[in-house]
């Protein structure tokens, strides 16, 4: 059965750094190319960003590019997103998700993890 | 990249068949047929539906059926029945985007 676990959200304030993690089983990790996707509360989901399989090329959106550092380490099947000078609009829920293939799209979801940015 | 364009909400009584429109341009929607749908029910992940414009993954009913016409891609569910009323997302393969998603639609059974 294919797992994706987030962690690492919580409460941060602006300016401030956050690290979210997404451990997965279940698949061969190191043969997708993984995305993350957020959601605002009470918003639509947004893709934030991607990796390829062996993390050699990554692509952002605009609103993070230059802020959020996507990464993975293939021996630990894990997903990362390093997420530097947060703002309150990046509060949302923060989605890993198997991109399963140009076709098919996201086949695979983590429950996600609530990025909360306030003072 | 701009948002894919949804329907706010549509509604339905049970048995009753809709369709969710997603609009998009010949960027995105209009060059491949590469658009999938998501169904997300409150406080839950977002679940595969439709892929590939009309295909469903195993253990999709068969009450969901996808197409696409020109820059418009539509998602119908027939047989509406109460387990259906979540929020519906499309998404669209965008080339160097790489995907863009709709802004979602709440689909209410009545």
């Known amino acids: 059965e294919v797992q994706l676990v987030e962690s690492g959200g919580g409460l941060v304030q602006p300016g401030g750094s956050l690290r979210l993690s997404c451990a997965a089983s279940?698949?061969?990790?190191?043969?997708?190319?993984m995305h993350w996707v957020r959601q605002a509360p009470g918003k639509g989901l947004v893709w934030v960003s991607r990796i390829n399989s062996d993390g050699s090329s990554t692509s952002y959106a605009d609103s993070v590019k230059g802020r959020f550092t996507i990464s993975r380490d293939n021996a630990k099947n894990t997903l990362y997103l390093q997420m530097n000078s947060l703002r309150a609009e990046d509060t949302a829920v923060y989605y890993c998700?198997?991109?399963?293939?140009?076709?098919?799209?996201?086949?695979?979801w983590g429950q996600g993890t609530l990025v909360t940015v306030s003072s | 990249q701009s948002a894919l364009t949804q329907p706010a909400s549509v509604s339905g009584s049970p048995g009753q068949s809709i369709t969710i429109s997603c609009t998009g341009t010949?960027?995105?929607?209009?060059?491949?047929?590469?658009v999938s749908w998501y169904q997300q029910h409150p406080g839950k992940a977002p679940k595969l539906m439709i892929y590939?414009?009309?295909k469903r993954p195993s253990g999709v009913s068969n009450r969901f059926s996808g197409s696409k016409s020109g820059n418009t891609a539509s998602l119908t569910i027939s047989g509406l029945q109460a387990e259906d009323e979540a929020d519906y997302y499309c998404?669209?393969?965008?080339?160097?985007?790489?995907?863009?998603f709709g802004g979602g639609t709440k689909l209410t059974v009545l």
């Open positions: 010949s960027s995105d929607v209009g060059s491949y047929n590469l």
């Open positions: 279940g698949f061969t990790f190191s043969s997708y190319w």
């Open positions: 590939e414009g009309s």
């Open positions: 998700a198997r991109y399963y293939d140009i076709l098919t799209g996201y086949r695979d």
């Open positions: 998404c669209s393969y965008a080339g160097s985007s790489p995907v863009v």
